[in-house]
């Protein structure tokens, strides 16, 4: 379903230990109350740090969410701060306008967890969530193992009324690597892991809403813990989980990508 021609990628080939190449990641921080929105909007658990994302030497990246129980993340929307995380945005360096779009990820088990890769429409401070958009390439939660989310989030609809669908796997998808991706090109979007196509979206599919994927989007990649989709957290959680990220890469779709550099 794809030419294949590799427009732009992420390896995380830097030394183990470095921070996230910075020419391409910036990072949100907190909890989500200096944008306006505590708890990032759907009640999370996590403040996001300079120091929960890193390269590994292998390769990879980790997102790591950690159990704090000495607050020195110091307080969150709702007291003393329980965990920190990690959330990379490309908004100011890096925006995306079609093509074949893949993350290969390793998530983490565990219910209360809940990492993403997803994007957000270029014109968001502009227009507003959700009037520019969000396609969610890649959502997990721990307390379904079995199941990779993709879905739209538009005017109209949005949150528990956002147009997606789900991929059912034979086995828990934490128990291996997997690529995730879509394939994006005018008036469609594709939703895979790995080869297998799981949903397709159109205009018609949110119809007689606005469809508003034929522009620019930027990327954001995070680990959340607990929230509205995350769930309670189970009590034997681990007290360090990790999303561990391969590779991003940006191919062309039948004729259709682009890739901007700001």
């Given at each position: 379903?794809?030419?294949?021609?590799?427009?732009?990628?992420?390896?995380?080939?830097?030394?183990?230990?470095?921070?996230?190449?910075?020419?391409?990641w910036?990072?949100?921080?907190?909890?989500?109350?200096?944008?306006?929105?505590?708890?990032w909007?759907?009640?999370?658990?996590?403040?996001?740090?300079?120091?929960?994302?890193?390269?590994?030497?292998?390769?990879?990246?980790?997102?790591?969410?950690?159990?704090?129980?000495?607050?020195?993340?110091?307080?969150?929307?709702?007291?003393p701060?329980?965990?920190?995380?990690?959330?990379?945005?490309?908004?100011?360096?890096?925006?995306?306008?079609?093509?074949?779009?893949?993350?290969?990820a390793?998530?983490?088990?565990?219910?209360?967890?809940?990492?993403?890769?997803?994007?957000?429409?270029?014109?968001?401070?502009?227009?507003?969530?959700?009037?520019?958009?969000?396609?969610?390439?890649?959502?997990?939660?721990?307390?379904?193992?079995?199941?990779?989310l993709?879905?739209?989030?538009?005017?109209?609809?949005?949150?528990?009324?956002?147009?997606?669908?789900?991929?059912?796997?034979?086995?828990?998808?934490?128990?291996?690597w997997?690529?995730?991706?879509?394939?994006?090109?005018?008036?469609?979007?594709?939703?895979?892991?790995?080869?297998?196509?799981?949903?397709?979206?159109?205009?018609?599919?949110?119809?007689?809403?606005?469809?508003?994927?034929?522009?620019?989007?930027?990327?954001?990649?995070?680990?959340?813990?607990?929230?509205?989709?995350?769930?309670?957290?189970?009590?034997?959680?681990?007290?360090?989980?990790?999303?561990?990220?391969?590779?991003?890469?940006?191919?062309?779709?039948?004729?259709?990508?682009?890739?901007?550099?700001?």
């Amino acid at each position: 379903m794809t030419d294949k021609t590799l427009l732009w990628s992420e390896e995380f080939n830097l030394p183990e230990g470095s921070a996230p190449n910075e020419k391409i990641w910036e990072r949100d921080l907190g909890d989500g109350t200096d944008y306006g929105i505590p708890g990032w909007g759907n009640n999370e658990l996590q403040v996001y740090t300079n120091a929960n994302a890193f390269t590994n030497g292998s390769n990879q990246l980790e997102l790591e969410a950690r159990s704090v129980t000495d607050g020195s993340e110091g307080d969150a929307y709702y007291g003393p701060a329980s965990w920190s995380s990690a959330r990379l945005v490309t908004k100011h360096t890096l925006q995306v306008q079609y093509g074949h779009i893949v993350i290969r990820a390793k998530v983490p088990a565990g219910v209360g967890l809940w990492p993403a890769f997803w994007m957000l429409g270029a014109r968001m401070d502009e227009q507003g969530w959700p009037l520019a958009g969000e396609i969610d390439i890649m959502e997990y939660v721990g307390k379904a193992p079995n199941e990779a989310l993709g879905t739209l989030h538009g005017p109209g609809y949005f949150g528990d009324h956002g147009c997606g669908g789900k991929l059912n796997s034979t086995e828990p998808l934490a128990d291996d690597w997997h690529e995730f991706g879509i394939y994006w090109k005018p008036g469609q979007i594709s939703w895979h892991v790995d080869d297998i196509v799981y949903f397709t979206a159109t205009p018609e599919s949110v119809a007689p809403n606005a469809w508003v994927y034929d522009q620019k989007f930027y990327f954001l990649l995070n680990m959340a813990v607990g929230g509205n989709l995350g769930g309670p957290l189970a009590e034997d959680l681990p007290e360090s989980n990790k999303l561990l990220v391969d590779y991003i890469r940006v191919f062309s779709h039948e004729g259709h990508g682009e890739v901007f550099h700001l």
